[in-house]
């Protein structure tokens, strides 16, 4: 594995997939598919990880992901629970609060979080695995793709070298089967692609102020705050333990130029929050749009967006990232199927067809609670405070779920919710789920899965490497169910078995009886109605030359 500029010209690998873009997204994405045994490359322009944070927020879900693609204590060695996020009008009265208290996957239901701690703990997991190669200081120049695969040309980037695409005589040529744009916003696989996007038209400027505590601040700044003040929104959350953020609107006519400027920082801290250089350190200052864009497809022949590249949102609902690292371990464990040859091509379209209703749907939410929060207009502002304090609740988004793609067919009330996570035992060792079993598709059930399956059955699971889980003791699947997580859930969704796919949603649910038609069912969707018809007709002849 190498984590340095390549200098061959020629193309000596082809790799099973290349990832542009190597932020939170591409991080996922890449150590997924090299825990899975593939061979991937990862291009980034910049020689180095950010360093510095822009996410601050992830919910349980993602520190399971995490805990699938890195060391989840290194990633989470400077993060807190976060138990409410609170709205405050213009006066400082308090408007609502938002409970984010609970268990989520094993883990708090939210984290404030310094990113490079999440990036550093993936970075270094990719680092030990000889079939990822990262190629950090170089920038995707040329993108093509045909039936077999994509071409992608490469070329060593410095941001001071003015005379950089002067030349190309040591461009690299990499070829992969299929390529995915990690690459942000600006995604330059999705431009090359021609791909347009949509857009919700959310163009607030704000000024973003990341700092590092010297001191003990005052306890309100431990709550992620959002200040609704139609003078000036602006917000104050919590980096972890020892890090604050601060994000305050620029107004239109004012000048984002002086905005970006150092006094003018000083000046808002000391104005609204009686902060000084003695308080806190500046590590980031920087005028950004909160934008709602959405690229029109996701998919493109070989060729995959995830993460900013495919859709921006807002902060409002704290998801921007926590998305895009949905996006990485999706389209990671799908790639995964379909190069191991147990799932057909055209499985991968259900990629977008799953995360697109799913971003979508908190996109929208995210718009909507900025221009609740964030509105100019004090007539409107005051209604909005009077009717909050007279105990009118926020019509805020509920969280969505899957509801269409891998999914079992039929009545499925469960089908596109999360598992939960709990301690289990086996053989001698207890920890999380995910720890002693690991993130494939996996079967769980109360009873002995031998009593319902087949030997044939048994044998095809174990080829697509489906995970059997049982909770009743004396099986060769057998685990304890410690603090009887899996029990109560069980009991929660009235059935007897669960299978979960490799991103923790349920594929499907049902009593013992039920589970060979689930397996099936399971297995069938991997392939298409081609595929499935094309071998039914085998089987068939094959029958009739037998008979013959």
């Not at 045994?37 to 879900?61: A, F, M, Q, S």
């Not at 939210?110 to 000889?130: F, G, L, N, S, V």
């Not at 030349?167 to 696989?189: C, L, P, T």
């Amino acid at each position: 594995m190498s984590t340095t500029a390549h200098t061959d010209s020629a193309a000596e690998t082809t790799y099973d997939v290349a990832v542009v873009g190597y932020g939170p997204s591409g991080l996922v994405l890449a150590s997924a598919l090299g825990r899975r045994g593939h061979r991937v490359i990862v291009v980034e322009r910049w020689k180095t990880l950010y360093g510095l944070p822009r996410l601050n927020h992830i919910d349980g879900e993602v520190a399971r992901i995490i805990q699938n693609v890195g060391d989840i204590d290194v990633a989470l060695k400077g993060a807190e629970p976060a138990d409410e996020y609170v709205w405050r009008n213009g006066e400082d009265h308090k408007l609502l609060t938002v409970d984010w208290s609970g268990e989520s996957s094993g883990y708090a239901a939210h984290y404030t979080m310094y990113q490079p701690d999440i990036e550093d703990a993936i970075d270094a997991d990719i680092k030990t695995r000889d079939n990822v190669d990262v190629l950090q200081g170089w920038k995707a120049i040329d993108l093509s793709q045909d039936a077999d695969g994509v071409t992608l040309r490469v070329r060593q980037w410095d941001r001071h070298d003015p005379e950089q695409w002067d030349h190309g005589e040591d461009d690299r040529v990499i070829r992969a089967k299929y390529i995915v744009g990690a690459d942000g916003a600006n995604s330059f696989v999705r431009t090359s692609l021609g791909i347009e996007r949509d857009d919700l038209e959310s163009d607030d400027v704000w000024l973003n102020l990341d700092t590092e505590k010297l001191r003990d601040l005052p306890e309100r700044y431990s709550t992620s705050t959002q200040y609704c003040d139609p003078i000036r929104p602006n917000m104050s959350m919590p980096i972890g333990a020892t890090r604050q953020r601060f994000e305050v609107a620029i107004l239109p006519g004012e000048s984002q130029e002086e905005a970006a400027t150092e006094e003018y920082a000083w000046r808002w801290f000391r104005e609204r929050h009686n902060l000084g250089p003695e308080d806190v350190r500046i590590l980031r200052q920087i005028v950004y749009i909160f934008s709602a864009r959405t690229a029109v497809r996701w998919r493109d022949g070989r060729a995959f967006l995830i993460g900013d590249a495919a859709h921006t949102m807002p902060p409002y609902m704290g998801q921007g990232a926590c998305s895009g690292m949905r996006d990485g371990l999706t389209l990671a464990w799908k790639l995964d199927l379909v190069l191991r040859g147990h799932a057909d091509d055209a499985f991968l379209d259900t990629y977008e067809t799953e995360r697109r209703p799913h971003v979508a749907a908190i996109q929208a939410g995210s718009v909507a609670l900025g221009d609740i929060a964030n509105t100019l207009d004090v007539e409107v502002a005051r209604a909005r405070d009077e009717a909050f304090f007279a105990g009118e609740e926020l019509d805020a988004p509920a969280f969505p779920i899957l509801e269409a793609g891998y999914l079992a067919g039929g009545e499925q009330p469960h089908a596109g919710t999360l598992t939960p996570q709990g301690e289990i035992e086996k053989d001698g060792r207890t920890a999380l789920f995910d720890d002693i079993i690991g993130n494939p598709l996996n079967l769980v059930t109360v009873g002995d899965p031998a009593s319902v399956l087949s030997a044939e059955q048994f044998d095809r699971l174990a080829e697509v490497g489906v995970a059997v889980v049982s909770l009743t003791p004396g099986t060769p699947w057998s685990v304890t169910d410690v603090a009887g997580t899996y029990r109560d859930f069980f009991a929660s969704i009235d059935a007897e078995a669960y299978i979960a796919r490799p991103d923790f949603v349920v594929f499907g649910t049902g009593s013992m009886a039920e589970v060979p038609d689930l397996v099936e069912d399971m297995l069938a969707q991997l392939r298409t109605d081609a595929t499935a018809s094309a071998s039914a007709a085998t089987e068939e002849r094959a029958d009739t030359e037998a008979v013959a």
